[in-house]
């Protein structure tokens, strides 16, 4: 496999570049799953008082330190992950934006106190 | 004329950080639909400075988050002594003393600490697409469309929290610290 092929570069019939979809893909869907992760552990952390407790990674933040730095770790490994996985392949984009969107209105779902409350 | 350093830094995080956010927000969501909307060769100039753009709105976004969090929000929800019956230094527990106020906390800050880390999640996402896509977005509708959507999102994120933030500071200023004398009247 040349070095082209290896970075998701294809070569098309108009001499035009094109690079393959993997790597926005994975950037994509990683940041709808970290907006999740951010809004879900918020609600946890509302929840439960033992969530509340552990999520107080520096006191005078209180748990939104936590939350908000579990939420960026995941958000981090998953876009590692998923980075290795689809760099330089083209991947089904439908399913996986449509996800990553999904994601993200849950995301601001969550983070809205009356939602948040009523769940 | 006199600011304590708390109230600096309230500045520097909601009208500095956040503020610039706000203004190169709209820009970003133009310039990106513009660029990627016109398959004329002019638009293919100036991708560098859109990636620089973006990554300097993503490093924006980061230290609007970062010193709200880290910075500002301790002294906001610190904790009076017992029996304190002044509680202008604890502006949580000022709105939260008077129901015409409570909800700036309720609402208002409990929507805004978490919303707002929406906005760099997903610039740092936009900025990473268009520094590795370049032009060859224009390629790429679904992606295209997707940045433009979380983009949307963080400037709707961004609103919120500086909505909010602009609102809390104006019925409980975080106030405190040193005093630093800006001019001195006659």
């Known amino acids: ?119 | 004329m006199e600011i304590t350093t708390r109230a600096l830094w309230a500045l520097i995080h909601g009208m500095g950080f956040g503020g610039l956010y706000l203004l190169a927000c709209s820009g970003a969501l133009v310039e990106l639909y513009r660029r990627n909307a016109s398959r004329a060769p002019s638009a293919a100039r100036g991708d560098g400075f859109l990636r620089v753009y973006l990554a300097a709105m993503a490093a924006l976004a980061w230290l609007a988050v970062m010193t709200g969090a880290y910075v500002i929000y301790p002294w906001y929800r610190a904790v009076p002594p017992a029996g304190t019956a002044d509680l202008r230094g604890f502006p949580q527990r000022l709105l939260m003393a008077s129901p015409r106020t409570i909800a700036w906390h309720a609402l208002g800050m409990e929507w805004k600490e978490h919303v707002a880390w929406l906005a760099p999640i997903a610039v740092t996402m936009a900025a990473a697409v268009v520094w590795q896509y370049g032009r060859e977005l224009r390629n790429h509708r679904g992606l295209r469309a997707a940045v433009l959507c979380f983009l949307w999102v963080s400037l709707a994120a961004a609103g919120v929290a500086g909505f909010f933030g602009a609102m809390i500071n104006k019925n409980a200023p975080v106030e405190g610290g040193q005093t630093i004398r800006l001019l001195q009247g006659d």
């Not at chain 1, 001499?15 to 926005?24: F, I, K, M, P, T």
């Not at chain 1, 509340?52 to 005078?60: C, G, L, V």
Request: aromatic share 8%; no cysteine.
């Open chain 1, 1 to 119: 496999m040349n070095n082209a092929a290896k970075e998701g570069i294809r070569i098309t019939a108009a001499d035009e570049v094109r690079l393959a979809n993997g790597a926005g893909a994975a950037a994509l869907l990683a940041a709808g799953i970290g907006s999740f992760v951010l809004g879900a552990l918020a609600v946890l952390a509302d929840k439960s008082a033992a969530v509340k407790s552990r999520m107080i990674f520096w006191k005078p933040t209180g748990p939104l330190s936590g939350v908000t730095t579990l939420a960026i770790a995941a958000w981090l490994f998953v876009w590692l992950l998923l980075h290795w996985r689809w760099r330089g392949r083209d991947v089904a984009l439908k399913p996986v934006l449509g996800a990553a969107l999904v994601l993200l209105a849950l995301a601001l779902a969550l983070t809205f106190p009356p939602i948040a409350d009523w769940l």
